[in-house]
């Protein structure tokens, strides 16, 4: 069965601090793997796409890993903003094109 | 259009009608998602669509939920009969090909309310 799993389920850290959060995914044969951000009541925001061919992907002060054959990628954080509270979610696309979300991960950076 | 548009963006319905949510999806995608989203819940996979194939209906709760592509674009999800356990935040995304290499757009969804 094809399954992604976070942790931690929430977060919090002090305002300034660098942090990582993960994701990891039961089936190496992937297309792609997909980080958003969710804030409260509102819909998904695409932050970083990483193609299975690569191994990272950054924009700003966000970097994203990936390691098919352990089934994991890593989304870093640096210099985190209480603006960066939100939830984080990452998303597979398997090799069935079947698009599998985690639970994701709750974070809170406290000013 | 410029993004994925959802509507309508809220909807209260009383428990027993039928609701209708649409998803114009990003013109040119040719793949279409539909998720709901219960409060303080993950996203759960509802349908697919990916060009003229047959869509993957095999998310989808119960018989009571349908939804249709007319043309290729513009996609319809129908609940008949809605219960309450059928209030979520309902999530349309779409992309270039069957996943392809760009992602998934989402939609801002539609909150539905049923009581």
């Known amino acids: 069965k094809q399954e992604v799993t976070q942790i931690p389920a929430a977060l919090s850290v002090p305002e300034g601090e660098n942090l990582v959060l993960n994701c990891s995914f039961t089936?190496?044969?992937?297309?792609?793997l997909q980080w958003f951000r969710q804030d409260p009541g509102k819909g998904l925001t695409s932050l970083l796409l990483i193609q299975s061919s690569q191994r990272e992907q950054t924009s700003g002060r966000l970097n994203a890993s990936l390691d098919k054959s352990s089934g994991r990628s890593t989304l870093y954080i640096a210099a985190s903003q209480p603006g960066d509270s939100a939830t984080y979610l990452c998303a597979v696309l398997f090799g069935n094109e079947k698009l599998t979300f985690g639970t994701g991960t709750r974070l809170t950076i406290i000013p | 259009g410029a993004g994925v548009s959802q509507s309508p963006s809220n909807k209260v319905t009383e428990k027993g009608k039928d609701v209708e949510l649409r998803c114009d999806p990003i013109s040119g995608h040719t793949a279409l998602y539909w998720y709901r989203q219960s409060l303080g819940q993950g996203l759960e996979f509802l349908i697919y669509?990916?060009?003229?194939?047959?869509?993957?209906k095999s998310g989808l709760p119960s018989d009571r939920f349908s939804a249709e592509r007319t043309g290729g674009s513009v996609s319809t999800l129908t609940i008949q009969r809605t219960q309450q356990e059928d209030s979520a935040v309902y999530l349309c995304?779409?992309?270039?090909?069957?996943?392809?290499?760009?992602?998934?757009?989402f939609g801002s969804g539609t909150r539905l309310t049923v009581v």
């Open positions: 089936d190496s044969a992937i297309y792609n």
């Open positions: 995304a779409s992309s270039t090909r069957g996943g392809g290499h760009y992602g998934y757009t």
């Open positions: 669509f990916q060009g003229n194939s047959a869509p993957d």
